[in-house]
């Protein structure tokens, strides 16, 4: 994307260092965005080079203008803010991303940060906390609300009681299935059925509640049951 800037631009003064930090504000709800802008505005240090109702103008708009931050929000349709977070860190580490959302579920908020959000602001705190997040994410330091802060302790608790809920046959068949091999093959190695074998990626999938292979693979990654890629 050509509005990224890389880390060599950052170390060189950074960015905002010699002006006012360039901003992507991304919401599909116009009066968020306002209240957003108007926020943001009354800062001398802030410019907002555009803003957008979707993901898919969001990428465009990274292509079309240099940004320090994006302010994402995660709910939108066609491309999501998740898919954006993934588009933007193919692109490189810049621009940082500040996601500003209503959930504060553990779910939402574990898998913004593993797709690369620098900082979680709820938006019921935006017109305090906003410009302070925005510079702290600007300098590497993060920033998460203390709602959005809580929720990420407890999912990454509840990976760890999450993984001491699977019976031992069922964190093989996790393993295998996470490893990419299909239930026949898992079968065999186990010296089990096939119709076993997928009762329990059933059972595992719903202890877990993760619902996708790629989402079991996180998750084995993260428990230290499959190596990295």
């Known amino acids: 994307m050509s509005g990224h800037r890389t880390p060599e631009d950052a170390a060189d003064g950074g960015p905002g260092a010699t002006g006012p930090i360039r901003l992507l504000l991304v919401d599909d709800q116009p009066l968020v965005l306002a209240g957003v802008r108007r926020v943001l505005e009354a800062d001398p240090g802030f410019i907002v080079v555009a803003e957008v109702g979707g993901g898919d103008d969001a990428i465009q708009a990274l292509r079309h203008h240099s940004t320090d931050v994006v302010v994402l929000d995660l709910n939108m349709p066609g491309r999501d803010g998740f898919d954006v977070l993934r588009e933007i860190r193919l692109g490189g580490p810049l621009p940082r991303v500040l996601v500003l959302s209503l959930h504060d579920e553990p779910a939402y908020v574990s898998r913004a940060v593993r797709d690369?959000?620098?900082?979680?602001?709820?938006?019921?705190?935006?017109?305090?906390?906003?410009?302070?997040?925005?510079?702290?994410?600007?300098?590497?330091?993060?920033?998460?609300?203390?709602?959005?802060?809580?929720?990420?302790?407890?999912?990454?608790?509840?990976?760890?009681?999450?993984?001491?809920?699977?019976?031992?046959?069922?964190?093989?068949?996790?393993?295998?299935?996470?490893?990419?091999?299909?239930?026949?093959?898992?079968?065999?190695?186990?010296?089990?059925?096939?119709?076993?074998?997928?009762?329990?990626?059933?059972?595992?999938?719903?202890?877990?509640?993760?619902?996708?292979?790629?989402e079991l693979t996180r998750f084995a990654i993260e428990q230290g049951l499959l190596r990295r890629p």
């Open 116 to 214: 690369g959000a620098d900082g979680y602001l709820l938006k019921d705190t935006a017109v305090r906390d906003l410009p302070g997040a925005i510079r702290a994410v600007i300098k590497g330091e993060g920033f998460y609300s203390p709602r959005a802060h809580h929720a990420l302790g407890e999912a990454m608790r509840a990976g760890t009681v999450g993984l001491s809920r699977l019976t031992p046959r069922e964190v093989e068949v996790l393993r295998g299935v996470a490893g990419g091999l299909p239930s026949k093959a898992i079968a065999g190695d186990l010296g089990i059925g096939v119709r076993t074998v997928e009762t329990h990626r059933a059972n595992l999938m719903r202890k877990l509640e993760l619902w996708s292979i790629a």
